[in-house]
């Protein structure tokens, strides 16, 4: 059993940054993707980035050019830097891995940007 821990929450006032990580408990470099997702209150999971074993990333149209994802394969971390936060950002931050065909997910972490 994988797991993942979250943090780097907090709350920040619209046009900070925040860098969210997530550790896991088994060797990353073995997933095939690595995702951060968010859910805002009333709202459905999304998917903002994903980070492929290969290192090739991709986002969601509304974070794209304000969002980085990334990973320290050494320290098992995967990071979400979130540079000019937007009030529609607040949510519940996820990560997720998939690792030998299963889904391994975190427990969250709260964003919550103030106008």
């Known amino acids: 059993q994988v797991q993942l821990v979250e943090s780097g929450g907090d709350l920040v006032q619209a046009g900070g940054s925040l860098r969210l990580s997530c550790g896991a408990s088994e060797n990353i470099a073995r997933s095939s993707t690595m995702d951060w997702y968010r859910q805002a209150p009333g709202k459905q999971r999304e998917l903002v980035a994903t980070?492929?074993?290969?290192?090739?990333?991709n986002y969601a149209d509304s974070v794209k050019g304000r969002f980085t994802i990334s990973r320290d394969i050494n320290k098992n971390t995967v990071f979400l830097q979130m540079n000019n936060l937007k009030p529609e950002d607040t949510a519940v931050y996820y990560c997720k891995i998939n690792l030998m065909g299963l889904e391994y997910w975190g427990q969250g972490t709260q964003v919550t940007v103030s106008s």
């Open positions: 980070i492929t074993r290969g290192g090739v990333t």
